[in-house]
């Protein structure tokens, strides 16, 4: 029983470039959320998704992000013309309805990405 | 504005002692409280949850208690062991369905259990 896969778990980008981080919810799952989580700081809600609808996205930032659960296939959170600010580890989480995530709230292992 | 507040940055502890590590909340509308464990390089894993119709909630060796008139929670763990040493995050919510997806963390704790 795979948990929620990550990938990558390292991703390097310079400046302007875009990231794309993944996400693959555990079997059964068609909830899923992104958290990013800044150097010293908490993890903070980014987006919420079902299969190919967007919930809330109200934690997200209003250029540049992106992110979609298609039909088939992963998650993604798309990071377009990356800053040094976008610099901190992604977690995604998936959970099998949307009470579920309070008490059934599985994380993936993070992506960290590094804008250099 | 931070509306969780874990105001310990780290914590020692040795090994077959309590571990009492502390949370602050000013919203509120929060009422489900959640503990999550967090070793190096790995997401968040749930530890326990409370919500705010009760006092204490026990869990093997985890205990966590809610004061809601002073806006506090606290995670217990007895006896604490090498193993336990992570960070710890408090989370909380707001109502059911709709904004409960909404976890508002604070900032961790790290606890070191010495041997």
């Known amino acids: 029983n795979a948990g929620v896969m990550q990938n990558p778990r390292h991703l390097v980008r310079r400046r302007g470039q875009e990231a794309r981080l993944r996400c693959s919810p555990m079997?059964?799952?068609?909830?899923v959320y992104w958290y990013r989580q800044l150097p010293e700081e908490g993890l903070k809600f980014m987006v919420y998704?079902?299969?190919?609808?967007?919930?809330?996205e109200s934690g997200m930032p209003k250029e540049r992000f992106s992110a979609e659960f298609p039909k088939e296939g992963p998650s993604i959170l798309r990071i377009q013309q990356v800053v040094r600010g976008d610099s901190a580890a992604y977690f995604c989480?998936?959970?099998?309805?949307?009470?579920?995530?309070?008490?059934?709230?599985?994380f993936g292992q993070g992506t960290r990405l590094t804008v250099v | 504005d931070q509306q969780v507040k874990q105001n310990s940055p780290s914590l020692s502890v040795q090994e077959g002692r309590i571990s009492i590590l502390n949370c602050d909340y000013t919203?509120?509308?929060?009422?489900?409280f959640l503990w999550y464990k967090k070793y190096p390089a790995e997401g968040p894993t749930f530890l326990i949850s409370?919500?705010?119709?009760?006092d204490k909630n026990e869990d093997g060796r985890f205990t966590v208690f809610l004061n809601k008139s002073a806006k506090h929670l606290s995670l217990h763990i007895v006896p604490s062991q090498p193993g336990d040493s992570a960070v710890y995050f408090c989370?909380?919510?707001?109502?059911?369905?709709?904004?409960?997806?909404?976890?508002?963390f604070g900032k961790g704790t790290k606890l070191s259990v010495i041997p």
């Open positions: 989480a998936s959970s099998p309805s949307v009470a579920g995530l309070r008490t059934e709230a599985f």
């Open positions: 989370a909380a919510s707001v109502g059911a369905g709709a904004g409960s997806y909404q976890l508002t």
């Open positions: 998704l079902q299969k190919e609808n967007i919930i809330d």
């Open positions: 919203n509120s509308m929060f009422d489900y």
């Open positions: 409370i919500s705010s119709i009760k």
């Open positions: 079997k059964g799952h068609s909830h």
